[in-house]
């Protein structure tokens, strides 16, 4: 009965390869275990690479918002032609000229910037070099070179105002880092809970595979009494109709195993073609530790761990710094204004800046929008975004506190169910001996030796779902506790 069993598996599993000439150049074998497997996903996972890209876009952000208290230098250079016609009063006093002509060349550079204070500031050097009818075209030169300083006392004023944007940019770089955190951990137990599913369908498909072989070989057996004239014709058509009936659950077994291991093929190859035919061979001694901590331990740690959480205290901090930059834009604009420079003149550039003639200037700027509307709207909106993530942090906090309570308990009920369905795949299997040897005496029937058959596959069956079931109770109880990555040996940049 072994070597039915065994030529069937190979069947079996030969289906699963190409069929072909080429056929032996196409197998391939992946021999995976389960941290391998998250190692390929941290490399190759599509869905975590573009998420990668996130944190880059928000240090680009940062970059930008930084950029605003950079100095800018600035310059230009003009020249204007002017023709202005002359009364005839003047015209007469002029000698008769119609008209006056004079051409001005302008220079201006200088840099200007902003502090961190709201403070803006301009430092401006300007040259001005004229020829005119009235100068003979002669060219004269005017100078200023200055400083002006503008100072907000109200919007504006401060450090909390003017790099709040920035802080509001470090906040949404620190929210993209916790969602590519996230990210990852959902996809690396998405893997793990495939991976485990795929020892299941497997080990189905060789239970499927000897049930079908054990209803081969009982209907070879009997077939072999009815020649015998020793077993009635019904009882040979049933075991007959067994067998096929069990060659259908080895097709969709077959069908299982493929589409899992299509499922785990999208998690860990960037190449979907390149692996296309391969076979995945998962390893026997994947299973995690299963040594929870107790349901207090577990929360907190969850709460200290969990990017989620993170995110959300994030998205909280963001909220309130939001808040505070909207509360400066509703105030009116009151600005302290002031300027000094020297100006001068002469009959070259040079001579120019003999600067001797001192200017200034001081004075307050007023400006405020009647009804502010825009700066209340947006007060209002970063108040309620606020208010909303820290319900949300609240609700999460619930759901932490159910899931971490739901995988202890699944992990406790599934030790449970395993060594209850251990125990009954052991009785079943005995009962199964006991009544071929009875079918073998005369005293029983192929009808009971296909119900046991039944029974005993059912019963195996239970045994792999319920190893399973806990190993995936198992890193669902890691993924909520936010410890999965810890558990498999991998840091995370």
Known sequence: MRKYAKTAIATALLALLPTGA???????????????????????????????????????????EEGAFDMSLFGSMKRQDVMTPLSSR????????????????????????????????????????????????????ESFTGVVVTQPLLKGFGGDSNIAELKIAQKDRD?????????????????????????????????????????????????????????????????????????????????????????????????IHAVKDTEIIPSSDSALKAEPEGYEESVKKAVATRPDYRETVATIDKGRLQTVFAEDQRLPEVDIEASYGFNGIGDSFSSSFDLDSPEWTIGLLFSYPIGNRAAYGELSAARLTTDQAVLRLRRLEQQIILSIDNALKDIESGRARLEAARI???????????????????????????????DLAKARLNEIAAVSDLNKAIITYYREKGTLLDELSIKMD
């Open 424 to 454: 009954a795949a052991n009785l079943t299997r005995e009962s199964l001996v006991a009544e071929e040897k009875k079918l073998s005496a005369g005293r029983s029937t192929t009808f009971n030796v296909l119900r046991i058959q039944e």
């Open 22 to 64: 080429n056929a032996q150049e196409q197998k391939k074998e992946m021999f995976l275990s389960l941290r391998d497997g998250v190692v390929k996903v941290l490399e190759n996972n599509l869905d975590i690479t573009i998420e990668r890209i996130s944190p880059e876009i928000a240090e680009a952000g940062i970059l930008a």
């Open 175 to 271: 929210i993209s880092v916790h969602k590519l955190k996230q990210k990852i951990l959902d996809t690396v137990s998405e893997f793990g809970l495939k991976y485990w599913d795929l020892i299941r369908v497997r080990e189905e498909l060789k239970v499927r595979i000897e049930s079908q072989t054990l209803a081969e070989t009982l209907y070879g057996i009997n077939k072999k009494k009815l020649e015998a004239g020793a077993m009635s014709a019904l009882e040979v058509v049933q075991a007959e109709a067994a067998a096929a009936a069990r060659k259908d659950d080895v097709i969709v077994a077959l069908k299982s195993v493929k589409d899992t291991e299509n499922a785990i093929k999208m998690l860990i190859a960037s190449d």
């Open 90 to 141: 003047e015209s007469v006093s002029l000698g008769g000229l119609s008209a006056l002509d004079s051409t001005t060349y302008s220079l201006e550079t200088g840099v200007t910037g902003k502090s961190r204070y709201g403070t803006e500031y301009t430092l401006e050097v300007r040259n001005d070099w004229t020829s005119e009818t009235l100068n003979n075209f002669n060219y004269e030169y």
